[in-house]
């Protein structure tokens, strides 16, 4: 049976992960595609980053293929993906996801918390 580490490991290994000043600077030069993975609850207690696509993690599959009817269009396989969640392991699975998927280019910018704490912008 696999464990939970085996399955992070495993993201870990392919979606790379940036800081929040980093990604920050990424967000602020107006590039990618930033999604929130969370579940509407948790992005309603915390907030998310200014006009992030909010797509749950159990979502995922559908909104990024085209062939559903639940297809966000932002999600295009040669876009830059940057996925944030509670503390980074969701976006590190979610993450694996689209890169099974085929997208190219997807990061991990981690937590909620430290884009806070490191001045990004945010909604509620």
Known sequence: MKSAKD??????????RLGAEE????????????????DSASIAKTGTIAGAHRIARGMLEFVADPSTDFHNEAL?????????CGAGGQAALAGKTLKDMG??????IGGIGAWKEAGGAMED
């Open 103 to 108: 997208f190219a280019h997807v990061t991990n």
């Open 76 to 84: 295009t396989p040669d876009a830059d993906i940057y996925l944030i």
């Open 7 to 16: 399955f992070m490991d495993e993201a870990n290994a392919i979606v790379p």
């Open 23 to 38: 990604a920050i600077e990424k967000y602020n030069a107006g590039g990618g595609v930033f999604v929130d993975v969370r």
